[in-house]
């Protein structure tokens, strides 16, 4: 049981690169999220999805896209990376009232 | 969601007690107050939520204030692995929705 799963664990792109960041879980967890956390700061949402087929914005959605592929996986996609993108991003997963995190992928925007 | 407030940091000797405040003084009558933590680089750990009552399990106890205006997080012995930014973080009870994490509590335990 390898919770949730994130790949790649580092990225550097140049600005105007895409790239889709991977997120999977086996927990059978309906809804997934995409954070970002950026130097000193604490965890900003970007999307949710609360089930399969369904995805919502979060707090800080600009820039970003995400696809929920089926109820394992959760992707987010930079079609046009920017340095204000670098960060680090953690996916979750959640049931009821507890949402479990994966270990992040860094991201850095030359 | 309520807002809330935490103290930037806070160092506690290994082995004893670290209590860890939160205030939520405009918390409402249905929003649960939740503890999470993140240790160096991981990502963030879910450690304990609760009401009204207080609550304890195997990592910590959160004790909630009878006006529910503020809460306490408690490692009953503090270790070298709970050196971690801790999150209080106050909101509805809503099955799908996102958690929102302001900067939290610096927690340094130290030897």
């Known amino acids: 049981n390898a919770g949730v799963t994130q790949t790649p664990k580092f990225q550097v792109l140049k600005t105007g690169q895409s790239m889709t960041l991977q997120c999977a879980q086996d927990?059978?967890?309906?809804?997934m999220y995409w954070y970002r956390q950026d130097p000193g700061m604490g965890l900003r949402l970007i999307y949710y999805?609360?089930?399969?087929?369904?995805?919502d914005k979060g707090e800080v959605p600009n820039g970003y896209n995400v696809s929920r592929l089926n109820k394992r996986e959760f992707s987010l996609r930079l079609e046009s990376a920017a340095p204000s993108q670098t960060s680090v991003y953690f996916c979750?997963?959640?049931?009821?009232?507890?949402?479990?995190f994966g270990p992040g992928t860094r991201l850095t925007v030359l | 969601d309520a807002k809330t407030t935490q103290p930037p940091s806070m160092d506690c000797a290994e082995g004893r007690a670290a209590n860890l405040p939160c205030n939520h003084s405009t918390i409402s009558g249905n929003e649960y107050v939740y503890w999470y933590r993140q240790i160096h680089s991981q990502g963030p750990q879910y450690i304990i939520h609760g009401l009204k009552n207080n609550e304890t399990n195997e990592m910590a106890s959160l004790i909630i204030t009878e006006d529910r205006k503020s809460s306490t997080l408690i490692l009953p012995h503090a270790t070298l692995r709970d050196t971690a930014v801790y999150y209080c973080i106050v909101r509805v009870y809503n099955y799908g929705q996102n958690f929102v994490f302001g900067p939290g509590t610096r927690l340094s335990v130290l030897p």
């Open positions: 927990m059978n967890h309906n809804s």
């Open positions: 999805s609360a089930s399969e087929g369904t995805t």
């Open positions: 979750a997963s959640g049931v009821a009232d507890t949402q479990y």
